[in-house]
């Protein structure tokens, strides 16, 4: 038998639920915190571990009229991390990622394991 069918054997072994799948991806690095899709990210100034995707630039439609603004560049990213690593979370906090100043449009807790974190920045 090849080796990476046993692994599968063994990982499904000790996983019932996907619940449980989660639960040790998210814990014990096994996939979506490991080096394949995560990298470390400075968030406040403390070296994170997690996942930025969907990194969007763009002008949003705000635009005045009355005082011939032409709306704001805005860039928006979703990024995920372990809920260890980052309390106090709130909309319209601004936190520090990578060295560029965003806030926090919304958030919501993914399986009780990770934060999934909608930031916005002006361009």
């Given at each position: 038998?090849?080796?990476?069918?046993?692994?599968?054997?063994?990982?499904?072994?000790?996983?019932?639920?996907?619940?449980d799948?989660?639960?040790?991806?998210?814990?014990?690095?096994?996939?979506?915190?490991?080096?394949?899709?995560?990298?470390?990210?400075?968030?406040?100034?403390h070296?994170?571990?997690?996942?930025?995707?969907?990194?969007?630039?763009?002008?949003?439609?705000d635009?005045?009229?009355?005082?011939?603004?032409?709306?704001?560049?805005?860039?928006?990213?979703?990024?995920?991390?372990p809920?260890?690593?980052?309390?106090?979370?709130?909309?319209?906090?601004?936190?520090?990622?990578?060295?560029?100043?965003?806030?926090?449009?919304?958030?919501?807790?993914?399986?009780?394991?990770?934060?999934?974190?909608?930031?916005?920045?002006?361009?």
């Open positions: 038998m090849d080796l990476a069918r046993e692994l599968v054997k063994i990982a499904r072994a000790k996983c019932l639920t996907f619940s799948f989660v639960n040790r991806d998210m814990h014990d690095e096994f996939a979506f915190f490991g080096s394949e899709f995560a990298r470390f990210n400075d968030i406040d100034g070296q994170v571990k997690s996942v930025i995707v969907n990194a969007v630039s763009g002008v949003e439609l635009s005045d009229e009355q005082n011939n603004s032409e709306g704001v560049m805005k860039s928006r990213i979703i990024l995920y991390c809920m260890s690593e980052l309390d106090g979370l709130r909309r319209n906090l601004i936190l520090r990622l990578n060295g560029e100043i965003y806030t926090v449009i919304e958030f919501h807790a993914v399986y009780n394991y990770v934060w999934r974190i909608l930031l916005e920045r002006n361009e």
